[in-house]
T-cell receptor, first 115, second 112 residues
């Protein structure tokens, strides 16, 4: 089984709909991240969480919210989806015990299309 | 100035050649650097991490870091068609705020 899973893997929705993307991990890592990837723009950080009670905004958090339900689960919500949120979304995890050598491991991604 | 800059490519090399991928970054705080490989439609996977000036070798891959000049590079020796992918450079923000900032990636094509 994959260490980092994301559901759904693909989603097509309409403008104005609320969408939740879920991420689960079995790596035992304390840190989790949500990125979006757009052609020509690379990976951009949306939100990150260093533990269940610590959630931080990334560089492009507007229009998104997150919930860290447990150490292993980190969900990303689009409260009212808009077409420019069409992108490939990745969840990632890392282990703080690395002492700053913070390798991130990525889930398989969710392809979201907002019509 | 972008925080992490990479030539978007495409970089095309023949099979068996050395592929050289370069990355520059804009701050002197970063301590850790990473190279990820991403196949089309797939998630990024870590190839190399490097933390100290100099070279670090792992199989056909060599990462080079020069903090004074603020660049990091990845050399792929004996390039194979299976190396064709986008290579993402990332740097850790350092301090107590462990975040990665990614470059936009360089598309590498290895021609048989």
């Amino acid at each position: 089984d994959a260490d980092v899973t994301q559901t759904p893997r693909n989603r097509i929705t309409k403008t104005g709909k609320r969408i939740m993307l879920e991420c689960s991990q079995t790596k035992g890592h304390d840190r989790m991240y949500w990125y979006r990837q757009d052609p020509g723009l690379g990976l951009r950080l949306i939100y990150y969480s260093f533990d269940v009670k610590d959630i931080n905004k990334g560089e492009i958090s507007d229009g998104y919210s997150v919930s860290r339900q447990a150490q292993a689960k980190f969900s990303l919500s689009l409260e009212s989806a808009i077409p420019n949120q069409t992108a490939l979304y990745f969840c990632a995890t890392s282990d703080s015990s690395g002492g700053g050598k913070d390798t991130q491991y990525f889930g398989p991604g969710t392809r979201l299309t907002v019509l | 100035q972008k925080e992490v800059e990479q030539n978007s490519g495409p970089l095309s090399v023949p099979e068996g050649a050395i592929a050289s991928l370069n990355c520059t970054y804009s701050d002197r705080v970063s301590q850790s650097f990473f190279w990820y490989r991403q196949y089309s439609g797939k998630s990024p996977e870590l190839i190399m991490s490097i933390y100290s000036n100099g070279d670090k070798e792992d199989g056909r891959f060599t990462a080079q870091l020069n903090k004074a000049s603020q660049y990091v590079s990845l050399l792929i020796r004996d390039s194979q068609p299976s190396d064709s992918a986008t290579y993402l450079c990332a740097r850790e923000s350092g301090g107590s705020n462990y975040k990665l900032t990614f470059g936009k990636g360089t598309l590498l094509t290895v021609n048989p």
